[in-house]
């Protein structure tokens, strides 16, 4: 008799002992993804972003903080807005290892010449300043050209007067060892024109400073 | 005798040499470590290295972070990604040619959190960018991106 109600306690206590366990044990999450759209950190406009599930269905992205929930095998959730709070916890810790925003310098050569303007000129001390307040710094020399003449000749064209800005930098104190020059040609125009275009905005070289 | 011992060092010396070779250049490189803080690692060609501020990033790297880790990469293209703890994240594709009409920047993120400010190669063509993950396929047409990918 005493038996039988020892086991029978037990048997009380062990359900409310797997219930007590059940409750403090942390839920495992289930196993998902959040995908959020915030604002360009420099420039404060919004970009837009599609979200298309690998097994179907797809939401677009378009206003800062706005998100989808995503699980394997199921379409993404529709979008929602996140507070600033929920986007901190999320994110705040990838968002703080954020690399700060590259800056850009143009340079121009006088028309016909291998002399850089007054102005391009002034930015050459600029630059190693600039250079030597990052803290790892990367440099690269692009030279671009406008749409006039044939695309081959332009990867040349640009190349050499990319070389010539990469010496030049080199010359007045920066670290060969962080620059790398590339020539872009006609390819990526600062003023879009169509070809055969004469443009000197586009005829530049662009000094990235990572 | 000592001649052979001599040889036998330079020999090993060469053999280390080789060994650290999957880290090593191979080609130019997509982009540059900026910020490491805590755990955080390159995987390259299965080989698994700590990462440092400079270090140079190639297209198949693997980024990683341990518990307490965060990692922040510039690309040449101006693409900026970063990673908090216990993320992992793979370049699977960096191509950044426009006069060759090479373009494309494709991402996996694997699991963990990831940050991403897109660059010139989405502004040049925004169908070549693309993060992947798990459960989608995220097309970025600029600029920021966040990711949370809560796997065990």
Redesign the interface.
């Known amino acids: 008799m005493m038996r039988r109600a020892g086991a029978a306690l037990a048997l009380v206590f062990a359900a409310a002992c797997q219930c007590h366990v059940r409750i403090v044990q942390p839920a495992?999450?289930t196993?998902?993804?959040?995908?959020?759209?915030?604002?360009?950190?420099e420039?404060d406009?919004v970009?837009?972003?599609?979200?298309?599930?690998?097994?179907g269905g797809s939401v677009e992205l378009t206003h800062t903080r706005e998100a989808t929930r995503?699980?394997?095998?199921q379409p993404?959730r529709a979008p929602f807005r996140l507070s600033q709070d929920q986007?901190d916890q999320?994110?705040?810790?990838?968002?703080?290892?954020?690399?700060?925003?590259?800056r850009h310098f143009h340079l121009y050569f006088d028309a016909g010449s291998n002399q850089l303007t007054p102005a391009s000129e002034k930015l050459i001390p600029e630059i190693l300043v600039f250079v030597r307040n990052r803290?790892?710094p990367?440099v690269?020399v692009v030279g671009h050209t406008d749409t006039t003449g044939a695309?081959r000749d332009n990867?040349e064209l640009a190349r050499s007067w990319a070389t010539t800005i990469r010496d030049r930098l080199v010359a007045a104190g920066l670290d060969s060892s962080l620059v790398?020059v590339?020539?872009?040609?006609?390819?990526?125009l600062l003023v879009p024109t169509p070809d055969d275009t004469p443009n000197s905005r586009n005829r530049r070289v662009d000094v990235?400073v990572? | 005798m000592q001649m052979a011992a001599e040889i036998v060092v330079v020999a090993g010396l060469l053999l280390s040499g080789l060994l650290s070779a999957p880290l090593e250049s191979q080609g130019?490189p997509a982009?540059?470590?900026?910020?490491v803080?805590g755990a955080a690692s390159i995987a390259r060609g299965g080989v698994e290295r700590p990462a440092h501020?400079?270090d140079a990033i190639y297209q198949s790297d693997g980024l990683r972070t341990g518990a307490y880790g965060?990692?922040?990469?510039?690309l040449?293209d101006?693409t900026?990604i970063?990673?908090?703890?216990n993320?992992q994240i793979d370049l699977s594709e960096f191509k950044f040619?426009?006069?060759e009409?090479q373009l494309g920047l494709v991402m996996k993120v694997l699991r963990g959190?990831?940050?991403f400010?897109?660059?010139?190669i989405v502004a040049?063509r925004p169908n070549a960018v693309r993060i992947e993950?798990?459960?989608?396929?995220?097309?970025?047409?600029?600029?920021?991106?966040?990711?949370?990918?809560?796997?065990?």
């Open positions: 495992t999450p196993p998902h993804e959040i995908v959020a759209l915030l604002k360009d950190p420039t406009t970009g837009r972003a599609v979200v298309s599930s690998t097994s995503i699980v394997v095998g993404p986007i999320l994110f705040g810790e990838a968002l703080a290892a954020l690399p700060p925003a590259p803290s790892v990367d690269t695309a990867i790398s590339a020539s872009h040609g006609e390819a990526d990235s990572r | 130019q982009g540059y470590v900026k910020i803080t501020p400079g965060r990692l922040g990469v510039t040449k101006d900026r970063s990673l908090g703890p993320s040619s426009p006069a009409g959190v990831a940050a400010v897109s660059g010139r040049l993950t798990p459960a989608t396929i995220v097309g970025v047409r600029g600029t920021h991106v966040v990711i949370q990918a809560e796997y065990p």
